[in-house]
């Protein structure tokens, strides 16, 4: 069993899921409410990874962060490394094309709040931060772990995008997908198999657990 | 000088209905004044606005000097400064929080001995002794909106928005609250504003009324004015004097 890639692939999906409740909770918020009527390009551009190849994708990240870009030139300079090729490169990469397993169960579990509930709380003087914290969250938190944990479970078996930016260096981008289309490569079935047993026992558990937590008390 | 409240305002609905309305209500005396009207005439659109859930497009609400929405100024305050109560048709109960949680929602502030004391004294009032532990799934209907009622008060507000409180109820429970209603409104003193469609209700708890139809104030003065001569056929029968 590859552990070193185990344990990268790992280190992918958590910080992926991460980033995407840091960064894609807020968005979910504002996508959940009534809005201006461009929100429907961001809400297109959200989901816009369910339909694109991951090739493609992982081809504009890497033509957006190369050294020569702006975005490139701009981390360079924060950090002194670039992004094609790092492990910072390939985790970009994998938010990006995880967005909508984030975003969009997020939103729906924001959307079944009744949202007299959260006028009831502002009327009785709670702040909007304090009635989130105190009402929404509370009230859509299955939905909201059910999203991360398909989130963490798609980041797991990431393949085009992570090749794509990251290529296949052992420790810092090769993933245990990278790593099974590896092995198969050299005709090693037997590493491919017991990596491929893993990642497909990971994804059964997974999912066993997102239907326990969205399935309603009897 | 009296202080009042001086609401008068437009909504209009993107390709629905305008909402005109124009009301006032005195705030240094107790008074319950009615909103009656049919549904869909916007009674409840003219509550939301006065509690800052609704932002109207031209207009001004004051509450005695105290400006709370100004469209020539872009003022609206937000509905936690305007320090209102508003109980909501359908009670609008928190379902994951327990029947004294609920209560003490609005008092994360108050100090915590004041805020017992204060929803230990509304359990005792609205008889919801021995249900302090119970989630709001877990009560009947009138006890529910017992809950509600004793959450929208707790917080001292200083004007009560009740939007149709009774229209939840089956009809032995709400000729209970209906009689007990009245009498808690005059106990806290509050200046209150009721929304209804039951012109009983009207004359259960209000002082003054004011009936609305098509979106439009076509009558206002004390109950027994009104219900007693009507402007014209479609206030009659708004307030029962007309049968459809």
Redesign the interface.
């Known amino acids: 069993m590859d552990w070193t890639a185990i344990r990268l692939t790992l280190s992918v999906a958590s910080c992926t899921s991460a980033l995407l409740f840091a960064l894609g909770l807020p968005l979910a918020v504002w996508l959940a409410r009534p809005g201006p009527r461009w929100r429907l390009v961001v809400e297109a551009v959200v989901a816009l990874p369910l339909v694109l190849p991951p090739t493609v994708l992982g081809f504009y990240v890497l033509c957006a962060t190369g050294p020569h870009t702006p975005i490139g030139r701009w981390y360079e300079a924060l950090f002194g490394s670039r992004l094609p090729f790092t492990f910072p490169g390939i985790v970009l990469a994998s938010v990006l094309y995880n967005l909508p397993f984030a975003v969009r169960p997020f939103t729906a579990a924001l959307q079944s709040v009744?949202h007299?509930?959260v006028?009831?709380?502002?009327?009785?003087?709670?702040?909007r931060l304090?009635t989130f914290r105190?009402?929404t969250l509370?009230?859509a938190w299955k939905g909201v772990l059910a999203g991360l944990v398909l989130t963490f479970a798609h980041a797991m078996g990431e393949f085009g995008v992570v090749l794509m930016v990251g290529g296949n260096i052992p420790g810092v981008t090769r993933t245990l997908s990278v790593a099974i289309y590896d092995d198969v490569q050299a005709l090693d079935y037997s590493a491919a198999a017991h990596s491929s047993l893993f990642l497909l026992g990971s994804a059964l558990v997974v999912l066993s657990a997102v239907q326990l937590l969205v399935r309603k008390p009897a | 000088m009296t202080r009042l409240l001086c609401a008068s305002f437009e909504r209009r609905f993107p390709g629905g209905p305008t909402i005109e309305a124009a009301l006032q209500h005195p705030l240094d005396v107790f008074s319950v004044t009615a909103l009656i009207g049919p549904s869909g005439c916007g009674k409840t659109t003219v509550l939301r606005s006065l509690?800052g859930?609704d932002v109207p497009q031209t207009g001004r609400i004051a509450f005695g000097q105290e400006v709370w929405f100004d469209a020539g100024r872009r003022l609206s305050l937000?509905?936690?400064e305007r320090?209102?109560?508003?109980l909501?048709q359908?009670f609008?109960l928190?379902?994951?929080l327990t029947v004294i949680d609920n209560i003490g929602?609005?008092l994360?502030?108050a100090a915590r001995r004041e805020a017992a004391h204060r929803v230990g004294e509304l359990v005792t009032l609205l008889k919801l002794s021995g249900l302090e532990a119970r989630y709001p799934h877990e009560l009947s209907g009138g006890q529910q909106q017992r809950v509600a009622l004793a959450?929208?008060v707790a917080?001292r507000p200083r004007l009560l928005l009740l939007d149709e409180p009774l229209s939840a109820l089956d009809a032995p429970t709400r000729a209970e609250l209906r009689r007990d209603l009245r009498q808690l409104l005059a106990g806290w003193a509050i200046p209150t504003l009721i929304v209804t469609h039951d012109p009983t209700e009207v004359v259960a708890f209000a002082d003054e009324v004011v009936v609305l139809s098509d979106g439009r104030v076509r009558q206002h003065g004390p109950v027994q004015e009104v219900f007693g001569s009507p402007v014209d056929g479609d206030v009659a029968r708004i307030v029962g004097r007309i049968s459809d």
């Open positions: 009744d007299k509930l006028e009831a709380s502002w009327c009785l003087g709670v702040s304090a105190r009402i509370p009230l | 509690a859930l937000r509905p936690q320090g209102i109560g508003y909501f359908e609008a928190f379902p994951h929602f609005g994360a502030r959450r929208t917080s």
